[in-house]
């Protein structure tokens, strides 16, 4: 999308031009949309870029709905301080309770060693990292076994007749799963079995919260940076996500939102630990360092870090 001049001696140079476009180009992709959508607003569909502009604006809604009801919230419990009513422990209390934001505390399994581990909020997508062997995928089953309601989607989903068992169990799942599959496509990721697994179980009635191991498995570069534009367009009211990935197709950490969070599980077996997606965070550079582009990535497939027997 971007086309710079070469100097002489054959730098590329950008002038006045490329990098208003190079701006464009950054504000699209903070819409939510894919390189491939962005190519196509750039040439002027429009439409496209109104649908985007819709989910965008019903997410700001929804956060601004929730802002004005915890304004709501503490505006009355003032009023309740200020008459004698409560205590400054009783409100503290009380704004943590109607907060309504999850909170989850469990001691760490193996390889940490009974560490605490708190999760203060569960936000719309949360991403974990780490490098092979960190211990990442023994933290997310233990986070779908004590958040309620939650369930793990493993990488077994790629067997052969997954979607269509779970079709014949829902019947309604499956018009479901082809629209957003068209989505997908649309947003220029390619139609396959393993994204269709995925969206199967992803649109499946039940679980509060959904875990999903390693969200890249099977998928392309093009259908992975897709598919997360397509979690990120979901409503306001969707399920929370937690999704295991060590793609920058899938974890572009330039965007992510206010509603999403990432969770480093160290390669040192530190606690795992919330990493703020800005240079000079803590933790950021190891973040970083975790994750590379599906070419790279397909060098460790099928690898599996393993502990040496006693």
Known sequence: ????????????AYGPKEMARATEIIELRAFGL?????????????????????AHEAVLEARARQLHDTVRRV????????????????????????????????????????????MRELRRLTFVTGPLGS????LATRLAEV?????????????????KDMFAAQPALEARVRRSVE????????????LLALIAVLEAEGPAVQVVDMLEEGLDAPTQEAMICLLRRRGPDARPLIVLTRSTSILDVDLVG??????LCPANHSPPMFVAPFRGAPGYESLITCLASPAVRARTAGVVAMRRSA
């Open 135 to 138: 211990g990442k995928t023994r």
């Open 75 to 118: 505006r009355r419990l003032r009023g309740e301080l200020d008459r004698g009513n409560l205590s400054i422990s009783s409100v503290v209390s009380s704004v943590r309770q109607e907060g309504n934001q999850p909170r989850v505390m469990f001691d760490l399994p193996w390889p940490w060693d009974g560490e605490r581990f708190e």
């Open 258 to 263: 206010p509603d999403e969070s990432i969770i």
């Open 183 to 194: 989505e997908v496509v649309e947003a220029g990721g390619n139609e396959s079995e393993a």
């Open 1 to 12: 999308m971007l086309k710079p001049l070469r100097t002489a001696a054959g730098w590329r």
């Open 147 to 163: 958040i309620p309601g939650a369930s793990f989607v493993s990488v077994e989903r790629l067997q052969d007749g997954t979607a």
């Open 34 to 54: 894919s390189l491939a959508e962005v190519g196509r607003v750039l040439g002027g569909d429009a439409q496209l870029l109104g649908r985007a502009l819709a």
